[in-house]
C-alpha cells in the first residue's frame, strides 16, 4: 500500500509525522490534491493545546492549504493535473436553514477540514471539486497562502458594513487584525487604527496602512485612539476576544455603532451589557467566510493588496511541523508555514 506523510498534533509537547494510507483515487466529482504550502493560525495553536471549544485531540490539522491538483475524478472537467489551488475548508451539509440562505459557514451541521476531519498538512488529499479555488495564473503559493487568512477578515468587513468613510478600530495586530485593517482599506474605510502590546506588530500595523498604531496596554489609548478617528468609532473589530479587549471596544465605539468580535475566545467574557442597550450598540460574531469572500480575498492578493513577506515570518518543512507549531505560539511571529513536499 502506497503511504504518505500526515501530522497528527496530540498536545502541544506531541506534534508527530505519521506514515498513512495516501488518499485515492478521487472518486466522483472529487479532487486529488498534493499540498504545497500550509497555514498554522491562532486554531491550530489553541487546538494543540487543548483550549479550542470544537476540536478534540488527537487532531490531524491543515485548513489553510496550497496546493497542486494531482488527479481529478470523474465528473470533473474544469480542474485538471497541474492546477494551483486553494482549499475552503468549509464541510457544510447544504441542507439545514443556514446553508439554504447561503450562510453555510455557519451551517447547523458544520464540519472544518483539518479541524473535525483529517486536514492537508500531509502530502496529499481529496476533497469535493466545490471546495478548491484555482488560483490566477502567477499568483505565488506563498501569497496564496494568506487567501485562507485572509477571507476572514474580508468576510468579517462586509458584515460590518465597513464602507467609504467609515472609521474603524482594530484590536490586537496578529494576522487577522492586520488582514482586518487591509480588507477595512480596501472596503473604503477612511480611518484605521491598530491597537498591539507588542511594538514588533504595531509596527507592521504602520507599514500596511494604519494612521496609527497604538499600545493596547497604554491607559491613554482610548483617548487617543479617538483623536486619530477624530471622535469614537464606527466599527471596531474585537481581534482578541478578552475581557480587556472588550472592554476597550466598548469604549471606543459610537453611540450607534458595531462591536464585531472576530478573535476566539476562550470562554465566556463579560462585556459591559449596560453600555451596550444604553448606547444602542450592536454586538456581533464572525466566523469564517463564504465563496464569495474568498473570491474577494485572491482577487485583493491579485491586487496587490498586501505582499506575502508582510505577513509570513517562518517556513518550516513538514518534517519539522512541530518547530512550526512552537514557533506560531511565539507571539513575536506573525504568519508561520509548513512546506510540504518529499524531502530530497
Ligand atoms: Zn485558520
Ligand atoms: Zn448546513
Do not use: W
Not at 480542474?79 to 447544504?94: R, Y
Not at 472544518?112 to 476531519?117: D, E, I, M, N
Not at 514588533?200 to 496596554?217: I, N, P
Not at 476576544?241 to 464585531?260: F, H, P, Y
Amino acid at each position: 500500500m502506497e503511504t504518505m506523510r500526515q501530522v497528527v498534533v496530540t498536545s502541544t509537547e506531541d506534534i508527530r509525522v505519521e506514515e498513512v494510507p495516501r488518499p485515492g483515487p478521487p472518486g466522483e466529482g472529487e479532487v486529488l490534491v498534493a499540498s504545497t504550502l500550509v497555514g498554522i493560525c491562532g486554531t491550530d495553536v489553541h487546538a494543540a493545546a487543548g483550549h479550542h471549544p470544537f476540536i478534540d485531540r488527537p487532531y490531524r490539522p491543515g485548513h489553510e492549504v496550497v496546493g497542486v491538483v494531482e488527479q481529478v475524478g470523474p465528473g470533473v472537467a474544469d480542474l485538471a493535473a497541474g492546477d494551483h489551488v486553494v482549499l475552503e475548508p468549509n464541510l457544510a451539509c447544504g441542507h439545514c436553514r443556514q446553508c439554504r440562505n447561503g450562510r453555510y459557514n455557519i451551517c447547523r451541521n458544520l464540519a472544518v477540514f483539518g479541524c473535525q476531519t483529517a486536514g492537508g498538512m500531509a502530502d496529499a488529499f481529496v476533497v469535493p471539486r466545490h471546495r478548491l479555488h484555482r488560483l490566477p495564473a502567477g499568483m505565488s503559493d506563498e501569497l496564496a497562502a494568506l487567501v485562507e487568512p485572509l477571507a476572514t477578515p474580508v468576510h468579517a468587513v462586509r458584515r460590518a458594513g465597513v464602507g467609504p468613510g467609515s472609521r474603524v478600530a482594530v484590536l490586537g495586530a496578529g494576522p487577522i487584525g492586520l488582514l482586518v485593517l487591509v480588507a477595512a482599506r480596501h472596503a473604503g474605510a477612511e480611518v484605521v487604527v491598530v491597537t498591539d502590546v507588542l511594538s514588533e506588530k504595531r509596527e507592521r500595523a504602520a507599514r500596511l496602512g494604519a494612521d496609527a498604531a497604538l499600545a493596547a496596554d497604554d491607559p491613554g489609548m482610548v483617548a487617543r485612539a479617538a483623536e486619530v478617528l477624530r471622535g469614537p468609532a464606527d466599527v471596531v473589530f474585537d481581534c482578541v476576544a478578552r475581557e480587556s479587549s472588550m472592554a476597550q471596544a466598548i469604549d471606543l465605539v459610537d453611540k450607534g455603532g458595531t462591536v464585531m468580535v472576530v478573535g476566539i475566545a476562550a470562554g465566556p467574557i463579560p462585556v459591559p451589557l449596560h453600555l451596550v442597550q444604553d448606547r444602542e450598540i450592536s454586538v456581533i460574531g464572525s466566523l469564517m467566510y463564504v465563496r464569495e469572500d474568498v473570491e474577494e480575498a485572491i482577487a485583493l492578493l491579485a491586487a496587490g493588496a498586501v505582499e506575502a513577506t508582510d505577513l509570513v515570518t517562518a517556513t518550516f518543512p513538514l518534517d519539522r511541523a512541530a518547530e512550526a507549531f512552537a514557533a506560531s505560539s511565539d507571539p513575536q511571529q506573525v504568519k508561520v508555514l509548513v512546506a510540504v513536499g518529499r524531502p530530497s
